[in-house]
């Protein structure tokens, strides 16, 4: 059975730091490529970051670049996002996502909330 299930979001003043984990199981982690993507309230869901099977590649969007940092673990299979100077405006629910051909399985999201 497939799980894919991200912690270590909270609230985080302007300017603070948080890190996402997502867990992966279920499917060979190695073989997907993996994603962060956000949906703030009455937005569309945006992709953040990706990161490539075995980790050499990544992309971020404009609106992360210098500040978030993507990377995983195949061993433990896991994902993470590092998120630095954060923004009232990076306020959003982060989803992970798992992509290979045909499949792509969904976290539930974790909330990050930046605010003072």
Known sequence: QVHVVESGGGLVQPG???RLSCAASGFTFSNYA???YRQAPGKERELV???SEGGASTIYADFVKGRFTIS???VKERVYL???SLKPEDTAV???KADFMTNDYWGQGTQVT???
């Open 16 to 18: 603070g730091s948080l």
């Open 114 to 116: 930046v605010s003072s």
């Open 82 to 84: 590092q998120m630095n």
């Open 34 to 36: 993996m994603y962060w």
């Open 49 to 51: 970051a990706r990161i």
């Open 94 to 96: 982060y989803y992970c």
């Open 72 to 74: 995983r673990d195949n």
